[in-house]
């Protein structure tokens, strides 16, 4: 009996395996003239959407966070206000994005960028409140952002012992 349970797992996990979906999307931007391509990756936290990608050889990582009113999905296309990416869930944002009445909720951006490796030196940058938009366009299940915005940049350095 033991055996037959033990068979009928491992014939389940590997099944499982192999029916995994291919993930065939890829998430192009530029950087200061510098293309980062990676595999982005969509993340709900609470009420709120991550796209993130990473990459390395150097370490890049890009995460837009995305906030819509109903807190659900993002399935219709519209604008998002981009906003302070280090603390964007604000009320003050909210209440700004809501009274322009253009935009269907809000957005922050950070970009990290490994400057001297390995994970000793880093150049962090977050969206600022510059009235910038971020654009989203829903083609065929498929999410395509548009977006022009200034980072707010600082230097990070690991320390030594």
């Known amino acids: 009996m033991k055996i037959l ?29 510098k293309e980062f391509k990676s595999q982005p990756q969509q993340l709900k936290v609470g009420a709120y959407r991550y796209i993130t990608a990473s990459a ?6 890009l995460r837009i966070w995305i906030a819509a009113w109903d807190g659900g999905m ?13 603390n964007p869930d604000t009320k003050q944002n909210f ?3 809501q ?13 990290v960028l490994e400057t001297k490796s390995p994970r000793m030196e880093y150049h962090v940058g977050y969206s600022t409140n510059n009235d910038e938009a971020l654009n989203v366009k829903i083609e065929d ?8 915005c200034n980072l707010d940049g600082t230097w990070w350095k690991e320390r030594s012992s």
Request: glycine share 10%.
């Open 95 to 97: 209440k700004k994005a």
């Open 5 to 33: 349970f033990f068979f009928i797992t491992i014939l389940f996990a590997s099944s499982i395996s192999f029916g995994q979906i291919q993930k065939d999307h890829i998430m192009a931007i530029m950087v200061d003239g």
């Open 56 to 61: 390395s050889k150097p370490d890049q990582n």
């Open 99 to 111: 009274d322009l009445g253009k935009y269907k909720g809000i957005a922050a951006v950070k970009y």
């Open 141 to 148: 299940g498929y999410l395509q952002f548009d977006l022009n």
């Open 74 to 86: 993002i399935t219709e296309s519209g604008s998002y206000l981009i906003v302070n990416g280090d």
